[in-house]
Structure formats: C-alpha cells, structure tokens
C-alpha cells in the first residue's frame, strides 16, 4: 500500500461542528472523518498551520515548501497532499510547484462547501486527492490541484466562481485528467517543470490592473513604496493606456522588473502588433517583459520568486 503525507493547513475543507461549536479540524481529524481513504493508502498527517487561505503569507508558503521538502527527504512518500482554504489555492499551489524539488506527486485540495452543508464537496475532493498522490502518472510533472474530480496543473488552475464546486478550472488549457471510477485519467501534458529554490522572500512585487483612464498615480506609489517589481494586467491583447507609459519607463530605469499580461482569463499577449504608445511590441523594445498565458497573480507569484532567488534581467526573461 503506497504512504502519502498530508500535510493541512486549515481552510474551509477542516471545517465542521462538534458538539454544537465550529472548529477546525487537525489534518488527523480530516483524514479520520473519510474512511474509505484506508482503503486507499497508508496516509500520515501533519499541521503546518490552521488558519483560512487569506491569512497565508509568502514566508508561510517559503517554510511550507521547505517542510514538504524535508519531509520527502526524509520520510520518502510516495506522494504528498496538502489541504489549504481555496481563497488563494491557486498562487499558494503555483508557489508550491515552482519552489519544490521533487518527482513525486504533490496534490492540493480544498473544498468549496464545509461539512456544515448538505452538498460538501469535502469528503469527495479529500478522496481524490489521495488517490491521486498514489498515482504513478502524477509523477515529475510538478504540482497538481485535484477539486470537483478533475486534475488541474498548478501553473494554469483559477478559482473561477465564489461557490460553485466545479469552480476551479484551466481557461485556455482544460484540466489534466480526471480522477474516476478509481483510477487517475490524463487526458493533457505538462511540457516543463520550472524550479527555482529561494532562500528567503525578500521581493516586494505590486499588481497593477489596467482600466479605462487609468494614469501612472498607482505605480509611481508601488515605486515610492519600494516595490522590486511589478505585474500589470493590460487589455485585450496586452496593450495598456498611454498615461501609463511614462511611469513604466521610469520604473524600467530604476532597475524595476516590469511583466505585462493580458487581463482576459485566457489567450497570448499579441506581440506582432502596431508599434504605439503603450502596445505590447513597443512595451517589450523598452524591456517589458511579456509573459503569455500568465494570470495576473500568478505572475506575481513567479516574480516574487524569481527576484527573491536573485535572478535578475535576462534571467527573469527566460524565466518567463
């Protein structure tokens, strides 16, 4: 029977009544309260912490990466799942899968509804999850999300609905595959599995989302306030206002990163485009670096990282 860790960090998937209180549950808890996981594997738990997503920071997420880390080194699982609130599941998995070194499957799961509701997705989601962190075809592919039965990389998944429990999807890109009937189904690939090993978060990066009549107000205050990168959500296909322009290129000069992604769910920065004030083509002959189907805040987490590893110019460009 292969051995999986869970490792819980509270969220909306430990939560539940005892004895007429809410509480949330230890990972021991949750792993006691689904039977059928016995008959899945061999599962140890431990805490790392028991709080809602929100109230995780990135030096929470450091020390976590560093935890599973150490114990796969010295534990060695077969597979690793994570419990976390779905809040910010998709930039703390997307964390997770850029900072570990590993080939065996990492699964993070939440849950939409707790136990307290009639239609939770808890014991389904928790299920799964584990059956996935058994499954040799989640190997050397990086961090999963396994949510509502379907397996989402790590790099592409967003919460899309406030409460749906099919909210967590990949626009542009579809799920993985599926956990079904018992069994794990691929039905798409992971071309690479980037890494990058910081040893501390020492980076500050701002998300800036552009807008009608949008000025350079926001980022000339991300500047002041020591800001060592910054992630703008353009239109469409990239392109932002002309205000902007000024400040970005003051930025630029400061030795400021600056990656620029389309604010749709879905589809490429257009590159071969007009050359005008405030165009991608443009932005990107200025140093802009464009990252291609890349949210917002998931940008933001992979700067983050990068600057905070020491990598810096043409470095955080091939990164991206």
Not at 155 to 182: C, E, H, I, R
Request: net charge negative; glycine share 10%; proline share 4%.
């Amino acid at each position: 029977m292969k051995q999986i860790l869970l490792v819980g960090t509270g969220g909306t998937i430990a939560e539940d009544v005892r004895n007429g209180e809410f509480v949330m549950l230890s990972a021991g808890e949750l792993v006691a309260s689904v039977s059928s996981i016995l008959q899945i594997a061999s599962v140890t738990s431990v805490d790392f912490i028991r709080v809602p997503s929100p109230a995780i920071l990135f030096n929470d997420l450091l020390n976590l990466s560093k935890t599973i880390q150490k114990a796969i080194s010295e534990n060695k699982p077969d597979g690793i799942v994570v419990t976390m609130g779905t809040d910010t599941l998709e930039e703390n998995a997307y964390f997770l899968d850029l900072t570990l070194d590993t080939d065996i499957p990492v699964i993070v799961t939440g849950s939409m509804r707790s136990r307290i509701h009639i239609s939770s997705d808890t014991d389904y989601n928790l299920e799964s999850a584990i059956l996935a962190a058994t499954s040799e075809k989640l190997k050397k592919i990086g961090v999963v999300v396994v949510m509502n039965g379907e397996i989402h990389h790590a790099k592409y998944v967003s919460k899309t609905n406030t409460s749906s429990v099919a909210s967590f999807q990949s626009p542009g890109f579809g799920p993985l595959g599926f956990v079904s009937g018992g069994n794990v189904i691929l039905s798409n690939s992971v071309l690479r599995h980037e890494h990058v090993k910081p040893e501390q978060i020492s980076a500050r990066v701002d998300l800036l989302r552009c807008c009608v009549g949008l000025d350079g107000s926001m980022l000339e205050s991300a500047l002041n306030l020591g800001s060592n990168g910054i992630v703008i959500e353009g239109f469409g296909g990239g392109d932002v206002t002309p205000a902007l322009v000024p400040s970005i290129r003051k930025a630029l000069t400061k030795g400021v990163a600056i990656v620029l992604v389309s604010r749709c769910i879905s589809g490429p920065i257009n590159q071969p485009a007009l050359d005008f004030e405030g165009s991608p083509y443009s932005l990107a002959k200025e140093g802009v670096i464009l990252a291609n189907n890349t949210s917002g805040i998931k940008a933001r987490v992979k700067l983050i990282v990068a600057l905070s590893a020491g990598m810096r110019g043409s470095a955080i460009q091939e990164f991206f």
